[in-house]
């Protein structure tokens, strides 16, 4: 990949829904001067106040990555970080009037076609990068994810998913070269089960939630009454299993969609970091 730090050709917009704000969200991504990383911009509060795409900005992962820069929020910024990423991007202005980057479809597709549309191009500056020197391991005693960072001359992932349900059963996906995200990751979509969905919507959440926007595994009994509430909740006429145990009528990108979803998400985290590809 080039040692050059790279923008976008033009500014680009596109527009969707919060998934859980539930509010409608214009996104226009413009091309940044070099060195200036990943910047948000909320058009909708008063003097346009910024949030650097910067990881101590982060203060809430659950259910997605928020961002709070003097009381200034940007939900669930990961899939727009990650299809820049993935377009070899390093510099963009984010431009939002509302808190939530669109779902879209849940995954970084439609970002990496607006990119596409706006073309990269390189600028005078060099990169700089994050070299990892040494084996690092941190495991979330709450949870029970771990991730381990390993030296290594070029920017690979692999994750693997395992939430001790069969109907998911365990997943692994990697990614050996970023140039193959577009293809290999960029349409894998977030995910969640059925148990969750249900205490999602009970709880206020995913407003903006759509069974078309998010692939939802049938990990418990589908009951009269549950179809009901998801009906209601989606204005949807019917809602049932698919045989492969999946809610509605999605179909699978990949095989492995939920574990290829999950790394689409350690590319955006990661960029919070300055992780250069």
Do not use: W
């Amino acid at each position: 990949m080039s040692e050059k730090q790279k923008t976008l050709g033009k500014e680009v917009s596109l527009s969707g829904i919060g998934l859980h704000t539930g509010r409608q969200v214009n996104l226009t991504m413009k091309p940044a001067k070099e060195n200036t990383g990943f910047v948000f911009v909320r058009t909708d509060l008063e003097g346009n106040p910024q949030v650097e795409a910067d990881v101590n900005y982060v203060t809430t992962t659950e259910r997605g990555t928020t961002l709070e820069k003097l009381g200034v929020k940007i939900h669930t910024c990961e899939h727009l970080l990650a299809a820049l990423v993935g377009m070899d991007i390093d510099n963009a202005i984010l431009e939002m009037n509302s808190a939530e980057a669109p779902i879209m479809d849940g995954s970084s597709k439609f970002f990496v076609e607006a990119i596409e549309e706006a073309g990269v191009v390189e600028q005078e500056q060099n990169r700089e990068y994050l070299v990892i020197k040494e084996v690092m391991n941190y495991v979330d005693p709450n949870t029970g994810s771990e991730i381990t960072i390993i030296p290594s001359e070029n920017y690979e992932i692999t994750t693997m998913v395992d939430f001790g349900t069969k109907i998911l059963g365990t997943q692994n996906a990697s990614l050996k070269n970023i140039s193959d995200f577009k293809e290999e990751i960029s349409s894998a979509r977030t995910f969640s089960f059925l148990h969750e969905l249900e205490m999602l919507l009970d709880n206020g959440l995913i407003k903006g939630g759509d069974i078309s926007n998010a692939i939802v595994y049938v990990d418990k009994e589908l009951t009269p009454d549950t179809a009901e509430k998801l009906k209601k909740a989606f204005g949807k006429d019917e809602v049932t299993m698919r045989p492969n145990g999946i809610l509605d009528n999605l179909t699978l990108n990949y095989p492995n969609e939920a574990a290829r979803h999950k790394l689409l998400d350690v590319i955006g985290d990661l960029a919070l970091t300055g992780v250069k590809i």
